[in-house]
């Protein structure tokens, strides 16, 4: 009977186990939002970085087709250029490994990154369209490659041969990242005409050193440059340090006369919601639920809701900003392409916002973050260095 007893419990158990894991886990009612595009440049497709940690990659190759859509001042989106993730972030392995090696395993090693490591490895080896390398998998799943290339890198930096490192090691490092990825390619032909990865990064246009990393932090002096104290900035890139006014204005006049920014932000806050829209919003002003309703689902029927109202946001000030970063929690969590501006039913002003997690969201990929969510929340911006004024450019010393 005991038996009996246990078995009937145990599938009592199983059924809604079973009946939850069919169901999406229920949302809290959100705000209906209109927007109005005020200014719009172009974007290619949305992509899906998929189970990887990549998104500094996504964003940032997103930003740069733009830039290559600007640049060569393509208008028929079927000539949009598709550059190769891929064979980026096999480069970022690689030179991360001889760097994690050299410092004996003192150094961050993982997926993360951000935009400028887009950018060395493009002036470094140059870039390839996405045909030419499309990487081993449709949706990238990383995690094995994450996992044996740290455990690599970990070995070698202990020096197991008790003595100086081999000639070997680097070369059994690369032949992992591409069998995993994919082998770069030294030439390949777009439209009929041969390129290496270097001439094909001069044929686009795209010069590296032209762009400029901005960010607004109190503990460096302003219009001076530092290196950003995250651990994704493993390459210990710079940026240049301004007032919060006015690195909200280089975004605002970059985007109003036709530049995008690739943007690197915190997205882990109750204001950063699943249906894509971000405002900069207290927890504890979140829309309220009960406990029936946020674990079940099971409030009041649709119709019968009153209308939610959006939310108020916080004001950011430059010691807010300050106070998120020293206390980590505005952290380096996502990259993403900020390529537009918006207006919802209020005249809130929003950014729009490419991501990289497929189609996802209300609006198919696309995030509307509100300008006091990318004031108080971002990290840093990069620009091309044309997109500042003539007296921003005096003030950092940019020629």
Known sequence: MKKNLLIA?????????????QQPRPQAPQPEYKFTVVKENPITSVKNQNSSGTC????????????????????????????????VVGQSYKDRAEKYVRLNGNLTFGAGSEADDVLDVIRDYGIVPQ???PGKQALPVHGEIDAVTKAYVEAIAKKP??????????????AIVDNFLGVPPTSFEVNGKTFTPASYRDELGIVPDDYVTITSFTHHPFYTKFAIEVCDNWRWDTAYNVPIDEFMQILKTAVENGYTAAWG????????GRTGVARLIDAAAAIPQTDQQRLTGNGPATAQRAPVAIPKEIVPTQEYRQKGFDEQTTTDDHGMHI?????????????MVKNSWGESGNYKGIYYCSENFVAGKSIDIVVHKDALSKDMKKKLGIK
């Open 9 to 21: 419990a145990i599938a009592v158990m199983l059924i809604p186990t079973a009946s939850f894991a």
């Open 56 to 87: 500094w990659c996504f964003s940032t190759i997103s930003f740069l087709e733009s830039e290559v859509i600007r640049i060569k001042g393509i208008k028929d989106a079927a000539q949009y250029p598709d550059l190769s993730e891929m064979f």
């Open 131 to 133: 045909a030419a390398m």
């Open 161 to 174: 041969n008790r003595g100086a490192l081999s000639e070997n090691w680097k070369a059994g490092f690369d």
């Open 265 to 272: 932000s915190d997205v882990s806050e109750a204001g950063f």
């Open 339 to 351: 390529f537009g501006i918006a207006k919802d039913q209020e005249g809130t002003l929003y950014y």
